[in-house]
């Protein structure tokens, strides 16, 4: 019996070949071009802006399928809140994390080290540094202080923590905490506390491929020697937030809202200065309560804002102008002065600032003294001292007339004048004016 295979069956099986060997080479490409790393760049202190950024990116990572999430990091610290949110999403990551140090010069002080101590892969670039993460508190660090003391326990512990989850060096992120210790990239790696030294991306993801971590979703081994980074840019609110949680931008904030509400009360009505100060000043402060600042220079900086504001209303002879710029200068000093944190105001940014705005204010308070004390040129105040003439007799204890400003005016005087005779206003009193003679 002879059997015939039909031509639909032939098409049919070159047809699933072709489908396979598609797929395969799909795979085969797939493979060949590597997986999706998603990136982000953290620059600048650590606030509440940063860690939404750095928690959406996340998210977004994971969503989009990337196969891990690198965080080139650059920072000198900051708060300990925002700090916490961000370890908590690296925590309950199910793609592994990345945190590395760079370029050569960046550092990953204070909260940036515990950042780096919750990464499944901790890296840095040469010339770079990490540690110092001793905690400061609103009034910054007294020794010997109970809740100094406190805050150190808690974020040692923390710290400790998060080195034994991951298998780093336990004292060393303890010490970094209580003795404030730092180390190099090459100190770190010796010490246990990162992973890989490496120039660059490249060079980071060829000495992590085949590496196995653990993440909230399970074992993962890295395949990354053929990466392709997919970069998150921060979005327009955040990246306004970030730029603004700057302790340079927030102390010019705050004094040209400071100096924009004293114009707008030495001056009432002007309207724009004291709209455009109230404004400045909310960005000031919003910015401020983003960044770790002491407290005594806080209070030195409200006291110089009232001194200087009595000035305006208080005679003092300058005495209010001069302690509030006393006080501003000081507060000024001291206000992101929080050893540990690596944040600080820059002398060329505050020396400018300061001068510019005790020279406005200066100004202004000359302006308003010179005013005060001139004499009125107008209305009843501005006819004493005025010279008229007697137009009839003025005879004790009877009124005559004075000659004055185009206008006759009932007059007095404790003397007889005879008409004709130059006299001067000594007081208003109603229609009635009291006069002297004038002196030669």
């Not at 040469?126 to 109970?146: C, F, L, N």
């Not at 455009?276 to 960044?291: E, N, T, V």
């Not at 407290?295 to 005679?315: H, N, P, Q, R, Y």
């Not at 505050?350 to 010179?370: D, E, H, M, N, T």
């Amino acid at each position: 019996m002879i059997m015939h295979v039909s031509d639909t069956f032939y098409r049919r099986l070159f047809c699933s070949a072709l489908l396979f060997q598609f797929f395969f080479f799909s795979v085969a490409t797939a493979d060949a071009a590597g997986k999706r790393v998603s990136s982000i760049a953290l620059k600048g202190s650590v606030n509440p802006a940063s860690a939404q950024y750095f928690s959406r990116a996340l998210d977004k990572a994971r969503t989009d399928g990337s196969h891990a999430f690198l965080v080139e990091l650059d920072t000198p610290g900051g708060l300990v809140r925002s700090l916490r949110e961000m370890v908590q999403d690296v925590m309950a990551s199910e793609i592994p994390v990345i945190v590395y140090v760079s370029p050569s010069g960046s550092q990953a002080a204070s909260a940036g080290a515990l950042l780096m101590l919750s990464a499944h892969v901790a890296a840095m670039s040469p010339g770079t540094e990490i540690g110092a993460a001793h905690p400061v508190g609103m009034g910054g660090d007294k020794e010997g202080d109970v809740m100094s003391k406190k805050a150190a326990s808690d974020l040692a512990a923390f710290a400790r923590s998060l080195a034994e989850e991951r298998g780093r060096n336990a004292r060393w992120a303890e010490d970094a905490v209580r003795e404030s210790r730092a180390s190099s990239a090459q100190e770190a790696l010796a010490a246990g506390v990162i992973e890989v030294v490496a120039d660059d991306t490249k060079a980071l993801f060829r000495a992590i491929d085949g590496k196995l971590v653990k993440t909230a979703g399970g074992e993962v081994r890295l395949q990354t020697s053929r990466a392709i980074i997919e970069k998150i840019e921060p979005a327009f609110q955040e990246k306004a937030l970030m730029m603004l949680a700057d302790p340079n931008l927030a102390y010019i904030f705050f004094l040209a809202g400071l100096a924009g509400i004293y114009f707008e009360l030495s001056n009432p009505g002007a309207i724009f200065p004291g709209v455009a100060g109230a404004i400045s000043l909310i960005l000031g402060l919003y910015a401020m309560q983003m960044l770790p600042v002491n407290i005594t220079g806080i209070i030195l900086l409200v006291l110089a804002a009232i001194f200087i504001g009595l000035e305006l209303f208080v005679t003092s002879g300058g005495i209010f102008a001069i302690a509030g710029f006393i006080a501003l200068f000081a507060g000024s000093l001291m206000l992101f002065s929080t050893p540990g944190t690596g944040i600080e105001l820059s002398l060329l940014v505050f020396l400018p600032v300061f001068l510019v705005f005790v020279s406005a204010v200066a100004g202004i308070i000359w302006v308003v003294a010179r005013s005060a004390a001139r004499r009125q040129v107008s209305g009843i105040e501005g006819m004493i001292g005025e010279t008229g003439t007697v137009f009839r007799d003025i005879t004790p204890p009877f009124t005559g007339k004075v000659f004055f400003h185009g206008e006759l005016w009932d007059a007095v005087a404790d003397t007889p004048i005879p008409s004709g005779t130059d006299v001067l206003v000594k007081e208003v009193d109603g229609l009635q004016v009291h006069v002297t003679i004038k002196q030669d």
